[in-house]
């Protein structure tokens, strides 16, 4: 199962709005075959894993594991379940359940109807931890969400007086090029209109290989000019004004209705500072990821003010990057 989930791995950033699940096939304690999900549209991963046995004739004594219930329902592609049982696949361990409503128990029943001898909750923690985007957007009704800021080392995201229309940095070009594959891995990336107006980004990747998120831009008053960098041809921009919510209302729950409408399962804020405190304070986020840079301003915006349970803390040359979980 451990294997499963590092294969899974390898569809982060491609196969959603399907899940990255991985699979692993064993014969007589040898792995035969393997394979994860594809770009959407494409296989799943158990499709791919029995695909890549060689000898089709061991599966009547294989074992398939993989780290979510195999589907049970017509989508883009055929139910897995069905091809498990056409290739006679006697054993079947399952690291969690589906609990999206078009599954959620069936592929595990249609597998057992058949004879198949079914285990389920092999690294169920491990597994359901890695499909947190799926699970959050199915279960909550609203994307995955995680924050990520940079602060100085006396704890400011930005200096007061800022000189030029581009973003003051305070962490250095590797920590930098971390974000840009964070990019890659989630769906959405959004931004409020204060930080578009005083550092113009381009919310694009540029760092690392990989697709562009869709950018969200919460522009209240339509406001901002087009010739401002994110309305760019770069990647598509969707734009969050008075039109689609209530700014005086519960403002971050209104956003996450609009994502999950527009089938968004991920997204990640990365300002300005009332954007996140606002997701904050509504306690709408997941993850959060701050850098502490090395350099002091002597004033200026204040870093978000939250509380989160510290599961890693590394340093990355003179940054220290910590990520909490929303407990």
Not at 72 to 85: D, Y
Not at 121 to 127: A, K, W
Not at 141 to 155: F, M, Q, T, V
Not at 273 to 297: C, H, M, P, Y
Request: with cysteine.
């Amino acid at each position: 199962m451990q294997r499963c989930l590092d294969i899974a791995k390898n569809g982060l950033g491609i196969t959603r709005p399907n899940p990255m699940v991985g699979s692993v096939i064993v014969h007589n304690n040898k792995i035969i075959g393997e394979g994860f999900t594809s770009k959407y549209g494409g296989n799943h991963a158990e499709v791919n894993a029995i695909n890549s046995v060689k000898d089709k004739n061991l599966l009547n004594e294989a074992t398939l594991y993989v780290t979510l219930e195999p589907c049970s329902h017509f989508g883009k592609t055929p139910p897995c379940s069905n091809l498990i049982i056409k290739h006679n696949i006697p054993k079947v361990v399952i690291g969690c359940i589906d609990d999206n409503e078009q599954v959620a128990g069936k592929g595990v029943k249609k597998l057992i109807d058949a004879g198949c001898n079914v285990t389920v909750g092999i690294l169920e923690d491990e597994c359901k931890k890695h499909h947190k985007r799926f699970f959050t957007f199915h279960n909550k009704k609203r994307p995955y969400i995680i924050l990520k800021w940079a602060e100085s080392k006396n704890g400011f995201i930005a200096p007061k007086n800022k000189k030029e229309q581009k973003p003051v940095w305070i962490t250095n070009e590797f920590s930098r090029q971390l974000v840009h594959k964070w990019r890659t891995e989630e769906q959405a990336i959004l931004v409020g209109t204060n930080t578009v107006l005083q550092d113009n980004p381009s919310l694009t990747v540029r760092d690392w290989t990989g697709n562009n998120p869709i950018r969200i831009v919460l522009d209240k008053d339509k406001k901002l000019s087009k010739s401002l960098s994110v309305f760019n041809d770069e990647a598509e921009t969707i734009i969050i004004s008075n039109n689609e919510i209530d700014f005086s209302q519960l403002v971050a729950q209104q956003i996450c209705h609009v994502l999950f409408q527009k089938d968004i399962n991920s997204v990640i804020i990365e300002g300005g500072a009332k954007t996140l405190q606002t997701f904050i304070n509504e306690n709408l986020w997941d993850e959060a990821r701050v850098f502490i840079g090395s350099n002091i301003f002597k004033s200026g915006t204040i870093a978000p003010v939250f509380s989160g349970k510290l599961i890693s803390e590394e340093k990355i040359l003179n940054d220290i990057l910590k990520i909490y979980w929303n407990d």
